[in-house]
């Protein structure tokens, strides 16, 4: 049997959840989750000064919100510097690690010494073969005997072998001199740790993946399967930024786009399953794979978003898509729909649903629901209330007393009617949109009048003729 895929996502807290990190995290996530594999979350929280609870909290919310369930417990980088020193000490013991007495002044002076001359400022230090008999009692720094020869290869599942010549790596230092672990250090122990078979992240971390390879090497730990996946780029090229617009996962919540829909729209970024643009979570889950991951950075798209999530929403099955809003209306702090909007809403939702790209596009398409008796016209819908009309409307309100509350039947009253006055129902159908809704773009009318029911459908009629 071959061995069960464990996947992570090693968010730094910033304060907020980036796209590219959700993005990442998803990728992780279908690729454990379409294997039977595990997808683990650690805070890489050794940046005291950043690494507060509530920008650990938002990546947790951001993740939830997205639907990435993790397993296990939430793993602290910080936490677990021990380990990490310890494994310091263990390459110390077995002489693949040495002590570096070199000061920071002398190394700085080297540095200055070798760019003046032209030369390469990689560090050698003395001390890498220097025997303990000539320690000072001193500071010092645990370095990394890195191969001064050869090259070391790091073959990527997306971006090919990569070649680096180890002349160009240093002795990487593990240990600082007050015995605190280096970041790259506790990476590599971390993910050996949790048992990680797959190290799937940004591209900007591929030069990082030579010099940790090193590491893997020196304890004769398995190496991880790597995948960089390039960067996301704004629609005009440029890494993305708030200039192009969002860059929080928990800005999307807000401007509620629906958690599948984003989902689906970044698996988008950067992989693709031949030609299709909308598909489930079941399917990416399926679908998703190394190989299909392009090489070369993807550009946001505002518009395809929308479309997508578009397709979401209408695809969302009623009750689910309810459920849906309703936890939208919570996490933004709108207050909560009354038992009796809800009932009206599972009524509307078929029809609601269609072509709105967001929550709110779909409350603001039931805003015929949220109001209440008298309903207020706006500015443009209030034109289509004059006398004449109002007459009319009047006039209107005794047929519908009598006729079976039925979508055909709602259509046969009210063209009779229309042509009884010498007109179409094009033209009612502004007054109506104005009684009912008091707007003028609406739902269709009927679709209103079913929803309403026949009492509230008069009410409002009789409201706006008076
Ligand atoms: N903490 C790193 C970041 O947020 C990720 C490190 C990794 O995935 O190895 O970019």
């Given amino acids: 049997m071959s061995q069960q895929v464990v996947t992570r996502i090693a968010p730094s807290p910033t304060g907020f959840m980036h796209i590219g990190t959700a993005r990442t995290a998803l990728f992780n996530w279908l690729y454990a989750r379409g ?34 369930d993790i397993d296990g417990d939430v793993v602290s980088q910080f936490e677990r510097a021990t380990r990490h020193a310890e494994v310091a000490h263990q390459l110390l013991a077995e002489g693949k690690a ?15 010494e070798a760019k003046a001359a032209g030369k390469s400022t990689l560090y050698h230090s003395p001390w890498r073969d220097a025997t303990p008999e000539t320690y000072p009692d001193a500071p010092y720094v645990v370095r990394i ?6 090259t070391t290869v790091i073959r990527d599942k997306v971006q090919g072998d990569v070649t680096i010549k180890n002349d160009t790596l240093d002795d990487m230092i593990l240990l600082r001199s007050d015995g605190t672990p280096v970041y790259m250090l506790a990476v590599v122990v971390d993910d050996h740790d949790m048992g990680i078979t797959h190290v799937i992240r940004g591209d900007d ?29 704004g629609p005009d090229g440029k890494k993305l930024s708030k200039r192009h617009g969002a860059t929080g996962v928990e800005e999307y919540q807000q401007m509620g786009y629906p958690a599948s829909g984003m989902r689906n729209y970044l698996a988008r970024l950067g992989w693709s399953h031949g ?27 505002f518009k395809k978003l929308d479309n997508i999530c578009g397709q979401h929403i209408a695809a969302t099955e009623n009750a689910a898509l309810l459920h849906e809003l309703e936890a939208f209306l919570a996490s933004t702090g709108l207050p909560a729909l009354s038992e009796a909007k809800t009932s009206l809403f599972k009524l509307a939702l078929p029809h609601l649903k269609e072509r709105a790209k967001t929550y709110p596009e779909l409350i603001d398409k039931a805003h015929f629901i949220m109001v209440d008796r008298p309903v207020v016209a706006d500015e443009k819908s209030a034109k289509s209330l004059d006398t004449v009309s109002r007459g009319i409307l009047k006039e209107l309100t005794p047929h519908l007393q009598n006729v079976s509350w039925e979508r055909t039947e709602l259509e046969a009253c009210l063209n009779a009617f229309a042509e009884d006055h010498d ?33 509230e459908t008069i009410a409002r009629i009789d409201d706006a003729a008076a």
């Fill in 275 to 301: 030609d299709d643009e909308f598909f489930t979570d079941a399917q990416a889950k399926d679908w998703f794979d190394l190989d299909s991951i392009g090489r070369s950075p993807s550009r946001f798209d």
């Fill in 423 to 455: 007109t179409k129902f094009g033209k009612l159908a502004a007054p109506l949109r104005a009684a009912l809704a008091g707007r003028s773009a609406t739902p269709s009318v009927f679709d209103m009048m079913l929803v309403i029911g026949r009492d």
């Fill in 98 to 112: 040495y002590k570096c007495f070199a000061s920071q002044d002398e190394i700085a002076a080297f540095r200055e």
């Fill in 35 to 68: 294997r039977g594999g595990k997808f683990l979350l650690r805070i890489e929280d050794t940046d005291r000064a950043r690494s507060t609870p509530e920008a650990t909290e938002a990546i947790l919310r951001g993740m939830e919100w997205l639907g990435l």
């Fill in 205 to 233: 971390h591929l030069n990082n993946a030579a010099r940790q390879m090193l590491i893997y090497e020196a304890m004769g730990w398995t190496l991880p399967v790597y995948a960089h996946i390039p960067l996301i780029f």
């Fill in 145 to 150: 005997k890195a191969p001064r020869d050869g």
